[in-house]
């Protein structure tokens, strides 16, 4: 495969590969970080939840701020995710291997991991209570505990995963699945859904359905695949700028997909979906299929949702341009865990660490926020191995685009960007602290046109 220079060769690409070589020599090499839930104190300036993308960028960000030694963070995971590669990976076309470091190995060096799950959160006392009952004090709280997979609210999930045909791209033990169905598909439905919840990455859902699609053609089982998207919402995309151009290619691949259908029970043994029609309640259909990928509701992490830090629908409430608490000061967040008004990705993520480092370095300096957070994220919509639609846009569902070309255009080089780059600038990059999105990138493609 080529590389992204070679087909993106231009003055701007030049200046892309420069940023991409100054930021890996700014990160420096890996260091293995030793897990210290013995030794931890009792108290930190900065306490971070969560050891996924937003909890780590920032606790590494903080460490910068007021020392390794005064920033900890709770998780208790021992492995590590890049998740947006497993659409990929559902695929075939990347290794479920690559995706996953252990979690020690991303830590920031001299901060303190506490290998624990957070059991409450008390705000009023800046303070939380680890599951092990140790109670941890902090000036600053940084909350970045994700998004909670619900499979169990499908009647017959998550022990339909047992039987073959049906797959997940959302969790790290049902991927692989997803795949072993493509691969084992004869004949009949080939069923992708979406479900009646907000949830991470919201393209996924669809991206493995036109990388099904290509797999079917490539492979001479077209013809027999009768292909559909079953999706709880009322349109296939928020913005309509990307919509028009994903309806374009569902009509010239004959794809079909209803509208308003939400997954609500698996019968695994039959190889039958049952989906209630949102319009008309109570109302069921039931699918049956030969390959089925199922997108699970998800909600905020349990410990969220009965805390005092959380709005009405148990997501972290927070300022929308600051990401600080509505209610706590001293409490921010970050992430899916948050009830931001955009989409759930690891590219909001990093255009929200820029804005929330800033806000906390005025904040300890006693000053008000000012730079304020657009709701920009980043979709690259996978239509086939070597196709992507690079969807980026704002609180507003307008279009916010980093490149100087019509983004709405099926490119090679934004798939190589989505299936090569993106995870380079991951590990390397965003995870050190040094990636807020690509607003730089937009300065200097604004300065190469100049």
């Known amino acids: 495969m080529a590389p992204l220079v070679a087909v993106v060769s231009s003055p701007r690409a030049r200046l892309l590969t420069c940023f991409l070589r100054l930021g890996a020599q700014q990160a420096g090499p890996l ?8 030794t931890a104190k009792n108290h930190y300036e900065v306490l971070v939840l969560g050891g996924g993308t937003g909890g780590i960028t920032m606790a590494t960000r903080m460490k910068r701020k007021v020392g390794a030694e005064n920033v900890a963070i709770v998780e208790p995971s021992e492995r590590h995710f890049y998740q947006p590669i497993w659409t990929l990976v559902g695929a075939g076309a990347k290794q479920l291997s690559s995706s996953g470091r252990p979690t020690a190995s991303v830590m920031p060096s001299g901060v303190e991991w506490i290998q624990d799950k957070v059991a409450e959160l008390n705000p009023d006392k800046s303070c939380i209570r680890t599951d092990s009952g140790k109670e941890i004090s902090y000036k600053y709280l940084i909350i970045a505990l994700g998004i909670q997979l619900d499979y169990e609210k499908i009647k017959g999930l998550p022990e339909g995963f047992a039987h073959p045909k049906i797959g997940s791209n959302y969790s790290v033990k049902t991927v692989e699945k997803t795949w072993k169905a493509l691969q084992d598909f004869k004949e009949g439905n080939a069923i992708f859904t979406f479900p009646n919840t907000p949830v991470k990455c919201a393209g996924a859902p669809q991206k493995i359905m036109y ?26 995309f928020g913005v309509k700028k990307y919509a028009d151009a994903l309806q374009e290619i569902i009509r010239e691949r004959n794809l079909t997909v209803n509208y308003k259908q939400n997954l609500i029970e698996v019968r695994a043994d039959k190889q039958e979906a049952v989906f209630e029609n949102l319009d008309k309640p109570g109302e069921t259909q039931v699918f049956s299929y030969e390959m089925l990928h199922v997108t699970p509701p998800m909600s905020s992490p349990d410990v969220l949702k009965t805390s005092p830090v959380a709005d009405s629908a148990g997501w972290v409430d927070v300022d929308k341009e600051t990401l600080q608490h509505k209610k706590y000061p001293n409490v921010f967040g970050i992430g899916d865990c948050t009830n931001l008004p955009t989409s759930k990705t690891a590219a909001a993520v990093a255009a929200q660490s820029a804005i929330l480092d800033r806000t906390i370095s005025l904040i300890m300096k006693n000053q008000t926020p000012v730079k304020k957070y657009d709701g920009y994220t980043s979709c690259p919509l996978v239509t086939g191995y070597n196709r992507v639609i690079l969807a980026e846009f704002d609180y507003r569902a307008q279009p916010l685009e980093t490149f100087p070309f019509d983004q709405s255009k099926e490119r090679l080089s934004m798939y ?21 999105g690509p607003a730089f990138l937009r300065k200097l493609f604004h300065l190469g046109m100049s």
Do not use: V
């Open 211 to 236: 990388l099904s699609e290509a797999y079917f053609r490539k492979t001479g089982k077209r013809s027999k695949a009768n292909i559909i998207f079953n999706t709880s919402l009322g349109a296939i």
């Open 31 to 38: 260091q293995l970080h030793t897990r210290t839930s013995c």
């Open 416 to 436: 190589l960007m989505k299936a090569d780059m993106m995870p380079f600038l991951y590990w390397n990059i965003m995870l050190r602290g040094y990636w807020g």
